[in-house]
């Protein structure tokens, strides 16, 4: 046959010009990609490519997202294996040569229990590809080897063992069916069942009669409306392509070819996109959407890219064509960037450029028949450019590279004019084996100033420099790392408060604010060693003060609370007389002094009270009253070098009067007639004692100016005179003025402030953290203005990157003997009508008469988390309805001082779905059977739906939409409420409460 051959010729780069594309999706070379989604992060495993050719591969890593556009990675997931040292090895012929350790094809990660799991190819330096189990307990990893200690080039050390494979082949690809048993495919059309611990394969090995009989790798398996399709790969290279079989019978049998094309994806020359190929299906539930995630075949075969297009399907199940292209799918679920970047419209300059790569490929072009058709075969032309502005494209598809002689690469943006600049994210050229960089600003070209700086490689991307401030001009210097960059962004400050599309750790080395954007109030911090750990008030909640632990400053858990039983304080807040809305438990202050916490706080109608513990999780010693007297709030202690203990306290009642105090050694007592006025008038709290380099600080807020902003007060005595003070942050009533306060040294040196927004939002007060500039001795929080005061932060430098990212814990299976530390009842809780034991794996929640008959806010009994100000938040409740009776009311809520209730109502014996609010209530259909779900999801607007489910798969929105609310100083509560309007009976039994935010 003869071959013709057609020429065909497309400049790369200049497909990604005029419009806004979203492929690749990851600025960097990345193959045989697959995706898997945990809570609300897209997670991305693949094969690091580093144009080395597949005899060295770069280190693993795992790029993540929330919102499917901006990606990042954060250090290698399996670092205990040298991924850049060469071995050497005798190969068949006896000739000496060096290897390398290479990791391919990792394959989705299967979560099981609290474990994640991966089964990668990792590739000895002699060649050898087996499959291993790799086991984690985040999906972010780090992961290590199931079995043995791990992978060993020659001799296995004293006292270790070698791990062994999982499979003997590439390619291996997990798929759980809905009974929760794995299988297994690999290359060659191979499957088998796996063992339920994931440590070997079970029963026969069989093969996927495919239609096409051509040497395969890279299967996938996926399963939609009951049918299985298995999903290979067709050639190579440039002219990959995928096939897929379906079966109704199995996982493992009865596949067969569709009727129709059975290739449905190949290069597409008119796009630009050649070999499309080593997919892997991902079902995206919040959107019902089936991805096709696939490499495109870049540069050469180990340049390539990860690209995602959506997949659609005929009536009769079989996949339509995927014409692959640059557009991409864009954001999931999740608020769109709205932030500019400044780069797009700058003018790019470098200190060089590499030139131009032309790549001429054969490429097939019908796939009718078995074999690719050779007479529709056409040689294909594309140009790779490498000039500067493909760094402001905002396309992963192009990139700037310096010429190979250039040691010394920068590349410059000029904004045309000066800007104020909050943060530069940086993704460079295989960003895998790490960067180090400066960066410079300069508002006239040429007086620059350094603004941020990486002097030590480090593996990410993007890296992000923030709180730049003012500039014209920016400059890159790459000291250390490939030196190019795919994309840079610059931002202005992003000022719109509730917009956070992201927030807390960036998995970047960054972190943005809020880093909880949940109702976290008067926040205090203290460093204890290594750790971090925060209290924050409650008010009418039980248990009462909640105890925060961080390693970092930015991730933070739930260790416990300080108050058990709020009878120690008043039984007003009590369930029996749940008299204490936006009262109760105010502003405290934690303390660390001779190996014991101390806690300390004020309630505007009972006093002062302090408690100690050796433990921060608990227990706690019962409260003990240091001070009985109404209208007192936010307090400090102080211990000082000599044992003197001290305590500063604000008589809001009198003009805010500020008082300092003597207290006895132990911190129990105050001495009353040792009192000094320390300060006074215009809403002054938020009261910090704080002793730093031999000075005596007194922190407070005051308000004035249009609102309320933070001082400080320093003396060279603690009891004063305190003649030197300085505001140290502006007013910005636009930021919720970030007030209370925790101000401390992070763990890289430097000083933070962790704090609450004050005012009115509907998720509560969130909180931030604010870095610390020292001036003159004085802590300037946030971004130092001209004037020498601070402003918000939305964006800074992580104070560590040691620890995994962690947020404060939410869903609970209701497994273990005591409540998870998220709950908190509303007012204390009549304890013998609630039990964990009674129906093990469940909560009992034990219904009992309302204070005021069916309203909310007087039922006692209701248990209760904080809600989550994010892009999306979502509950499901399941609740078994066996144990309810006439005239019982059960569910999910929300409140705040209104409210939003869907639940069942029963009557007789009839139980009926019920939304109810504080104005109306509305009955629906007759609920049957025992179970019930019911969800509730909201966004950043804090608009909530209701829904229902009584097989816990297919959901139906009732009742109106709830808009949340703030009331009584508290942010909306997220609830589950049980009681009964006409008597003391019935229950139900709460079985699992899964929170995503």
């Not at 591969?57 to 997202?65: E, H, I, L, R, T």
């Amino acid at each position: 046959m003869r071959t013709r051959l057609f020429f065909f010729f497309i400049i790369f780069s200049s497909l990604l010009a005029n419009a806004q594309y979203f492929n690749p999706i990851i600025p960097d070379n990345v193959a045989d990609p697959s995706i898997s989604k945990f809570g609300d992060t897209y997670y991305l495993y693949g094969t690091t490519d580093i144009d080395k050719g597949l005899d060295q591969m770069g280190p693993p890593v795992v790029w993540k997202s929330k919102d499917f556009v901006n990606w990042s990675f954060e250090g290698t997931i399996l670092p205990e294996i040298k991924w850049n040292t060469p071995y050497l090895y005798t190969n068949k012929e006896g000739i000496q040569k060096y290897g390398y350790f290479r990791y391919w094809a990792p394959g989705r990660a299967v979560k099981k229990g609290d474990l994640y799991y991966l089964f990668p190819t990792i590739v000895s330096p002699d060649g050898t590809c087996p499959v291993y189990t790799l086991v984690s307990e985040s999906p972010e990893g780090p992961f290590r080897f199931q079995n043995g200690d791990g992978l060993f080039w020659g001799e296995v050390p004293e006292g270790k063992t070698a791990s062994q494979p999982f499979l003997p082949d590439i390619d291996g690809e997990p798929f759980t069916d809905d009974d929760g048993q794995t299988y297994m495919y690999w290359r060659r059309w191979k499957a088998a069942q796996v063992s339920p611990d994931f440590t070997q394969i079970e029963g026969d090995i069989v093969t996927i009669p495919t239609k096409r009989t051509a040497y395969s790798e890279g299967p996938t398996l996926f399963k939609r409306n009951g049918l299985y399709y298995y999903v290979y790969t067709q050639g190579g290279d440039q002219n990959y392509r995928n096939a897929y079989m379906i079966s109704k019978e199995g996982l493992l049998t009865g596949y067969k070819a569709p009727a129709g094309k059975d290739v449905f994806i190949s290069s597409s020359l008119e796009n630009g996109v050649w070999g499309p190929g080593h997919g892997n299906v991902f079902y995206d539930e919040d959107s019902d959407t089936h991805l096709f995630t696939y490499l495109e075949f870049g540069e050469g075969s180990t340049t390539r890219q990860v690209f995602v297009d959506k997949m659609e399907f005929n009536r009769d199940g079989t996949i339509k064509t995927i014409v692959p292209g640059f557009e991409g799918v864009g954001y999931l679920n999740n608020t769109p960037d709205k932030r500019i970047n400044l780069a797009l419209k700058a003018k790019v300059t470098a200190s060089s450029h590499k030139a131009p790569l032309t790549s001429s490929k054969k490429v097939y072009t019908n796939f009718d028949g078995a074999e690719p058709d050779e007479a529709t075969a056409v040689m294909a032309t594309r140009e790779f450019t490498y000039e500067p502005k493909n760094a402001i494209d905002g396309s992963n598809g192009t990139r700037w590279m310096a010429s190979g002689d250039d040691k010394r690469p920068w590349l410059m943006l000029d904004f045309g004019e000066q800007k104020s600049l909050a943060t530069c994210e940086m993704s460079f050229n295989f960003p895998a084996f790490g960067h180090a960089w400066i960066l410079e600003k300069s508002l006239d070209g040429k007086s620059w100033e350094v603004c941020a700086m990486q002097n030590e490689a480090v593996a990410r991307s993007p890296h992000v420099a923030c709180d730049l401030g003012e500039a014209r001009y920016l400059r890159v210097k790459i000291i250390q790392g490939d030196p190019g960059l795919w994309e840079i962004k610059v931002y202005e400050d992003d000022n719109t408060w509730g917009a956070w599309t992201q927030w807390g750790d960036q998995g970047n080395g960054t972190y943005r604010n809020p880093v909880i954007p949940s109702d976290y109030s008067d926040i205090d911090c203290i460093r204890v060693g290594d750790d971090y750990y925060a209290i924050s008030s409650t008010f009418q909640y039980s248990p009462g003060m909640v105890v925060l632990h961080s390693k970092d400053l930015v991730n933070w858990t739930i260790k416990g609370h300080v108050v058990s039983d709020l009878n120690q304080i008043s039984e007003e807040m009590n369930w029996t007389r749940m008299n204490r809305y936006g009262r109760g438990i105010w502003a405290g202050a934690i303390r660390y002094h001779q190996g014991k916490f101390y806690v300390y706080f004020g309630t505007p109608d009972e006093g002062y009270f302090m408690s100690t513990a050796s433990d921060p999780a608990g227990p706690w010693e019962p409260l003990h009253c240091i001070k009985a007297e109404a209208g007192w709030d936010d307090c400090c202690p102080f211990f000082d070098e000599d044992g003197q203990a001290y305590f500063v306290g604000t008589h809001f009642a009198d003009n805010y009067k500020t008082y300092l105090y003597r207290m006895t050694a132990d911190g129990r007592n105050l001495i009353e007639d040792s009192k000094i006025l320390i300060n006074e008038g215009a809403g002054r709290e938020a009261s910090k004692l704080y002793k730093i380099n031999g000075t005596y600080y007194h922190f407070f807020s005051e308000v004035g100016q249009g609102g309320r902003y933070i001082m400080m007060q320093r003396a060279s005595s603690i009891t004063g005179p305190y003649l030197e003070k300085k505001q140290l942050s502006h007013v910005q009533r636009e930021y919720n003025e970030p007030n209370q306060d925790g101000l401390l040294e992070g763990p890289d040196g430097k000083w933070y402030f962790f704090t609450h927004h004050g005012t009115g939002d509907w998720a509560g007060r969130i909180a931030s953290l604010l870095p610390v500039h020292w001036i003159d001795g004085w802590p300037i929080i946030g971004r130092l203005g001209q004037d020498g005061i601070g402003t918000m932060v939305w964006q800074a430098t992580k104070p560590s990157n040691q620890y995994p990212a962690q947020t404060p814990q939410a869903s609970d299976d209701f497994s273990k003997a005591q409540l998870s530390p998220q709950w908190e009842w509303n007012y204390q809780p009549r304890n013998e009508m609630w039990s964990l034991t009674e129906n093990p794996g469940s909560l009992r929640l034990k219904a009992y008469r309302p204070l005021v008959a069916d309203e909310l806010l007087k039922a006692g009994n209701t248990l209760t988390q904080r809600c989550f100000r994010t892009n999306k938040s979502e509950v499901v409740v399941k609740i078994n309805l066996e144990g309810m009776v006439d005239g019982q009311k059960a569910g999910l809520c929300h409140y705040s001082k209104a409210y939003a209730m869907l639940g069942v109502s029963q009557s007789g014996k009839k139980r009926v779905l019920a939304f109810q609010t504080d104005k109306e209530i509305i009955k629906g259909p007759t609920i049957k059977g025992y179970h019930i779900w019911l969800k509730s999801t909201w966004g950043l607007d804090g608009k909530c739906q209701f829904s229902y489910s009584q097989d816990g798969k297919h959901f139906l929105p009732f009742g109106e939409d709830y808009q949340h609310t703030w009331g009584y100083y508290r942010g909306s509560r997220i609830g589950i409420y049980n009681f009964n309007n006409k008597e003391d009976a019935g229950y139900v039994n709460v079985e699992d409460f899964t929170y995503l935010y």
